[in-house]
């Protein structure tokens, strides 16, 4: 398998509370990805990291933060989760810009 | 903005047929190209890829890129029930920036 694990799969969590998902790679790879993926919406990018400690922002950012400390983990944390952050969340992990993403296997998260 | 269009669907075709998903980007400059196959309730999976202008072939699925016109295209030949799953078109606009996803066409193969 492409080495690639997002945990938890599934959590529900209350309004209000902060949350964390991660991700973990086993392939070395220096870029990883998280993206959201909503009914009409499609995937949409929230943060992206390039090395370990190096990250952006992506379309969706408000209200995630992510940090990258050591190059096999990615983490995306909800500060205050909100209703309008119930989603799928996917990590994906890549090589280089040229090359195509390899994809967790998701967490659904539902924020009640 | 950078823009990855594509249809929505559904688009229905019979068994055996030949499915033609397509996309269209906003920027004459990108340079990488992929389909991702997605089935419900499942992560995205990367069937093909592509880099320069003309077709691109494995197995039963081609490729098409036509940059001038800034599309790129998807055949999926003989298609089977198994092909049905959401099919999204990914650019890459420059090095290494993220890819920009379109939201994806639902291919339903009817037996």
């Known amino acids: 398998d492409a080495g690639i694990t997002q945990s938890p799969r599934h959590k529900v969590t209350e309004t209000g509370t902060p949350v964390t998902l991660r991700c973990h790679q086993t392939?070395?790879?220096?870029?990883m990805y998280w993206y959201r993926q909503d009914p009409g919406h499609g995937l949409r990018l929230i943060h992206y990291?390039?090395?370990?400690?190096?990250?952006d922002k992506g379309e969706v950012s408000d209200g995630y933060s992510v940090s990258r400390s050591k190059t096999e983990d990615f983490l995306l944390t909800l500060e205050s989760a909100t209703s309008s952050q119930t989603s799928v969340y996917f990590c994906?992990?890549?090589?280089?810009?040229?090359?195509?993403?390899?994809f967790g296997s998701g967490t659904r998260l539902t924020v009640v | 903005q950078k823009e990855v269009e594509q249809n929505s669907g559904p688009l229905s075709v019979p068994e055996g047929a030949i499915a033609s998903l397509n996309c269209t980007y906003s920027?004459?400059?990108?340079?990488?190209f992929f389909w991702y196959r997605q089935y419900s309730g499942k992560s995205p999976e990367l069937i093909m890829s592509?880099?320069?202008?003309g077709d691109k072939e494995d197995g039963r699925f081609t490729a098409q890129l036509n940059k001038a016109s800034q599309y790129v295209s998807l055949l999926i030949r003989d298609s089977q029930p198994s092909d049905s799953a959401t099919y999204l078109c990914?650019?890459?606009?420059?090095?290494?920036?993220?890819?920009?996803f379109g939201k994806g066409t639902r291919l339903s193969v009817i037996a």
């Open positions: 994906a992990i890549s090589v280089g810009g040229r090359d195509g993403y390899t």
């Open positions: 592509i880099y320069s202008n």
């Open positions: 920027d004459r400059g990108s340079q990488s």
């Open positions: 990914a650019v890459n606009y420059s090095g290494n920036t993220p890819l920009v």
């Open positions: 392939e070395n790879h220096r870029y």
């Open positions: 990291s390039y090395g370990v400690k190096d990250t």
